[in-house]
């Protein structure tokens, strides 16, 4: 893939002090699934069997007479990624992510703990969608209209909504703020190593 087709997203930003930069939000395809990646996620289970599938359900019902709670546990599994042949695919446990809704989350109702799992579920299986994705923060001052590429600051972790969501926009600015600091904090020690840090 061409570095162009990696940017999610590009904008001038230009800050308090008047300074102009160059900001792009570039997709980081090192970067680990959700599950890897951050915590207080419901139950993810691997299955080398569909439990969405009446037939192969009933079979495992015959074969393996589980009790009506695992039955249950097993129909409200939710397919999160097919993975290739002969690897396990992934299911979203939604039964056993409630209980850890209720118990680890802080929700003390069954309404507030179903939306907390179901919400979940929704931003795990976008990821692996490729509905989102994760991406690099870069920033580049611009001198005399063009970037001074001898001083870049880029940082990860972020999920490419943050880029263009409409209600993240404050965030989205503080976030750039924060990144251009450390970018300037970057050029003074390089330029003048052993002088106090000034805030920019």
Request: charged share 35%; glycine share 6%.
């Amino acid at each position: 893939m061409r570095y162009e087709d990696t940017i999610t997203h590009e904008e001038m930003f230009t800050h308090k002090c008047g300074k102009q930069y160059r900001v792009r939000w570039i997709q980081d395809d090192d970067s680990g699934s959700p599950l890897e990646w951050s915590d207080c996620h419901g139950v993810v289970v691997e299955m080398d069997w569909n439990p969405l599938s009446e037939y192969q359900m009933e079979q495992h019902i015959l074969d393996d007479e589980p009790d009506l709670e695992e039955e249950t546990r097993l129909r409200m599994l939710r397919p999160l990624h097919k993975r290739a042949r002969g690897v396990r695919d992934l299911y979203y446990d939604f039964f056993s992510s409630l209980e850890i809704a209720r118990r680890e989350w802080g929700h003390s109702t069954p309404e507030a703990s179903t939306a907390a799992v179901a919400a979940d579920y929704k931003y795990l299986k976008g990821w692996y969608d490729d509905e989102w994705h994760w991406c690099i923060l870069e920033v580049v001052e611009m001198v005399d209209g063009k970037p001074d590429f001898e001083f870049r600051y880029s940082v990860g972790g972020f999920e490419s909504g943050l880029a263009l969501d409409t209600d993240l926009v404050e965030y989205k600015i503080d976030t750039i703020n924060e990144a251009i600091k450390e970018l300037d904090w970057d050029k003074r020690r390089s330029l003048h190593p052993g002088q106090m840090e000034l805030a920019l």
